[in-house]
């Protein structure tokens, strides 16, 4: 080996404005810094020889790719680099050289004069100026303490070197010196680099310091802890190893030995499906053979726990005693005749069969109609354990089949989890709010209710966590909505469909007269004799402060009269109180629900309609007018696109028969149309108001108003055919709570009466179209006998 070692005092002349140019890789140099380099290349070796004939000064620039190269060109360095000195320069041979070189200056090159044998480039100098400040101070203060953090942290850098950065009293020497030695990319150096301005160096360089000081505190720290896991892993296996030795001698049994016999003594016992038994042998044997301390250990216990809890052949006896079943059902609720006669039937041909599934049934109604409660009677009806599970917002697959147990805390879903609680394999279970259940990324729990309520498939249902079949058959599910459009039309198809509509007044005073006071006045610590209340009063309640197809706000509206009258006779003002309606609005204030209607409708071009919503029937007022214009149709009211195709279809409709309605011919081009749906912050659509707005269009036009106390509803086509639509009971329902007299309808909508109480049908006169010439016959008073179109044309 040719070994030849220069070392020479460090030239003092200035740097040179031409410098040859030594790239780089992976490594920034820094002023005032020492840097041990191996150089390989010819051509740099070269520059090396030429440099050491010299002045030894080159100048050093990083380069821009993380992978080394041969053949360097001038766009892959970067601009700015270090000027340097050679130290020492040691000769391995012809093609390897060591050097030490010390940094001396920032420098710009401005361009390159030379590229070959290698670089030689034109620079200009780059000075950092700096004036000493207390912020400078604190930045150095605070960079050198977190240095020596560093310092002790890191194996590789001897301490001395945290002594060396607290001696340095130039605050830029300080920001070269300890990127040069800490770790960060050559990125992340070159930046400090080129940071001429001493303050933001500082600052950059705290950044990066605090970075890597968390990473190293971190590794510390894991560190610690695997050291510490293994160090009590190994004490933990030599205590029970110990411990074990003790208790052969003793002639003690292993508390492990003892749990496997217990649950082999289970799967005995319980006579598990031969399958069943087959896996939880299989993970007995599993267990027998696991150390009690291993993870392992605990996920095979509960597994086995489920196994051996679970109601595999456990069933409760069904009330097969239809009169009592009745009784029962009568007794919580009052109404619901449909979903108890079901209740029954399904009674009746168990006691006949009993081999009969358990039916699937979805009872659909607006809220507070009993849907939910009516799951619990049918439980006692039937003498079955009830489970209800809120499926409301449930976006996991996993919630329904349960995890696999392959992950951390897995646990069976919530189906396997509710027939556990019931401790039979039979119970009534509700399935409450199902068309709210949402999917994403996670999965459609809606899919995986398709085999749970499958009569043909659910005796086979298999949850992810078990991993074997659980029969579902027997099982009474109920499942609950508001409205079926959210509900996928597979699963829609799986269920038989139970309405529950809407109470009427007299349904409505009667149950609160039987289950609503006296749960109230029970709830407020009220006796039979503290309070009461006269029907008319209950009667005002519902009509006067509640606006609902179900119960829950007059519930609320009876509890805050209960509550009043519990503050009198807590206070010993009143022994007892009687509600009438003098005084009920003592308790409730001025009553909020006004029957508007007949001074609504009391105006050409305003027509009552009736609509149905989630929370059931509803009456809907359509108004129009018209003004001078140029024939435009202006719809406003939050209307949705079928809407307002059906006003479009209404004008055309109007239009191709202005004669017969008594319109002038010219009369669409001068003049603008305007409807609107008040309420207009909520959003409508649906076809059924399409006779609204014709009879309200003509009604504006001819100057003539409709009945008092009358709605209608129906769909139109463009012929004037009144078509039929849905939601008929919920519909009537609404226009009976509101006091309609006449509704008229489709004469295909007759047949959807048949579900509609008799008090109500005899409280309404019906009237039911083929076209609109009949609508608007029934609906609109005589002209009056100003000319027509006047009231239009103002």
């Not at 380069?63 to 970067?78: E, N």
């Not at 042998?281 to 509960?302: D, F, P």
């Not at 086509?717 to 009537?732: A, F, H, N, S, Y």
Request: aromatic share 6%; glycine share 6%.
């Amino acid at each position: 080996m040719n070994l030849e070692l220069q070392n020479e005092s460090v030239t003092n002349g200035k740097i040179p404005e031409i410098l040859p140019v030594l790239p780089l890789f992976d490594v920034v140099m820094f002023p005032k810094m020492v840097l041990s380099l191996i150089v390989l290349q010819k051509e740099s070796i070269q520059l090396i020889d030429e440099a050491m004939s010299k002045n030894r000064i080159i100048g050093t620039v990083a380069s821009k790719f993380t992978d080394p190269k041969t053949d360097y060109k001038s766009d892959d360095l970067y601009t700015i680099g270090s000027s340097a000195v050679i130290l020492k320069m040691a000769k391995v041979d012809d093609d390897k050289a060591q050097l030490l070189l010390q940094g001396l200056g920032r420098f710009k090159i401005t361009e390159y004069t030379s590229e070959k044998p290698y670089f030689q480039a034109r620079i200009s100098e780059l000075e950092s100026p700096w004036e000493k400040d207390k912020e400078i101070e604190a930045l150095m203060a605070n960079l050198i303490n977190q240095y020596q953090r560093i310092v002790e942290l890191s194996a590789g850098l001897p301490p001395e070197i945290a002594s060396m950065a607290k001696s340095l009293e130039e605050p830029g020497i300080l920001a070269d010196m300890i990127p040069s030695t800490i770790n960060s990319t050559t990125q992340e150096k070159q930046d400090i680099l080129e940071t001429l301005d001493v303050k933001e160096r500082l600052n950059k360089v705290t950044k990066m310091v605090n970075y890597q000081l968390e990473i190293l505190e971190m590794g510390n720290k894991i560190q610690t802890q695997v050291k510490g896991d293994m160090d009590k892993q190994q004490r933990e296996y030599y205590l029970r190893q110990q411990l074990k030795t003790i208790r052969e001698e003793l002639g003690e049994t292993d508390d492990s030995s003892v749990e496997i016999d217990e649950y082999r003594a289970k799967i005995t016992e319980k006579n598990l499906p031969e399958v069943v038994k087959k896996e939880a042998e299989r993970e007995l044997n599993r267990l027998s053979r696991m150390h009690a301390s291993s993870a392992e250990y605990t996920v095979a216990m509960t597994y086995l726990d489920w196994i051996t809890e679970l109601p595999w052949n456990e069933s409760s006896k069904d009330n097969l005693d239809l009169i009592k079943a009745q009784k029962i059902l009568d007794s919580d609720h009052y109404g619901l005749d449909k979903a108890k006669k079901r209740i029954i039937e399904y009674l009746a041909v168990r006691k006949l069969n009993p081999a009969l599934k358990g039916p699937i049934l979805c009872l659909v109604g607006p809220p507070g109609t009993g849907k939910t409660s009516l799951g619990h009677s049918v439980a006692n009806a039937l003498g079955r354990k009830f489970i209800r599970i809120a499926l409301g917002g449930i976006r996991d697959e996993a919630e329904v089949r349960g995890h696999r147990r392959t992950y951390v805390g897995a646990l069976p879903g919530r189906i396997i989890q509710g027939i556990r609680r019931a401790g039979s394999n039979n119970p009534v279970f509700m399935l409450d709010e199902i068309d709210k259940v949402g999917s994403d990324f996670r999965g459609d729990p809606s899919s995986a209710l398709l085999e749970v309520l499958d009569p043909e498939q659910n005796f086979s249902f298999e949850d992810h966590y078990l991993d074997v079949p659980f029969d579902l058959s027997q099982v009474m599910f109920i499942t609950t909505a508001n409205v079926l459009d959210t509900i996928p039309h597979a699963l829609l198809d799986r269920m038989e469909v139970l309405r529950l509509s809407g109470y009427t007044l007299e349904e409505k005073a009667k149950i609160a007269s039987r289950y609503l006071i006296p749960r109230q006045r029970e709830a407020n610590g009220l006796k039979s004799d503290h309070i009461s209340f006269t029907k008319g009063a209950i009667k005002q309640i519902i009509s006067g402060y509640t606006l609902e197809a179900g119960l829950r706000n007059l519930e609320r509206e009876i509890g805050n009269v209960c509550r009043g009258v519990a503050a009198s006779i807590a206070k010993e003002e009143k022994e007892s109180v009687h509600i009438d309606t003098k005084n009920l609005a003592k308790y409730l204030g001025p009553i909020r629900i006004t029957n508007e209607m007949k001074k609504r409708v009391a105006t050409p071009g305003v027509v009552m309609g009736l609509a149905w919503t989630q929370a059931g029937g509803d009456i809907l007022f359509i108004e129009a007018t018209a003004m001078r214009g140029n024939g435009r149709l202006t719809l406003t009211g939050q209307l949705g696109d079928v809407m307002k195709e059906s006003a479009t279809a209404a004008l055309s409709y109007i239009r191709s028969n202005a004669a017969a309605i008594g319109v002038e011919d010219d009369y669409f081009q001068t003049h603008d149309i305007h409807i609107h749906v008040p309420a207009g912050a909520i959003p409508k659509d649906g076809p059924s108001a399409g006779v609204t707005m014709l009879t309200a269009i003509t009604s504006v036009l001819t100057g003539t108003t409709t009945h008092k106390d009358l709605a209608m509803t129906g769909e139109i086509t463009l012929r004037g055919q009144v078509m039929p639509v849905g939601g008929i009971k919920e519909k009537v329902l609404a226009a009976h709570r509101s006091g309609i007299k006449t509704i008229i309808m489709p004469r295909l909508c007759e047949k959807d009466l048949l579900d509609v109480p008799k008090k109500v049908k005899a409280a309404i006169k019906f009237h039911f179209v083929d076209n609109m010439k009949d609508v608007l016959k029934i609906a609109l008073n005589k002209p009056n006998s100003v000319k027509k179109n006047h009231t239009a044309k103002n």
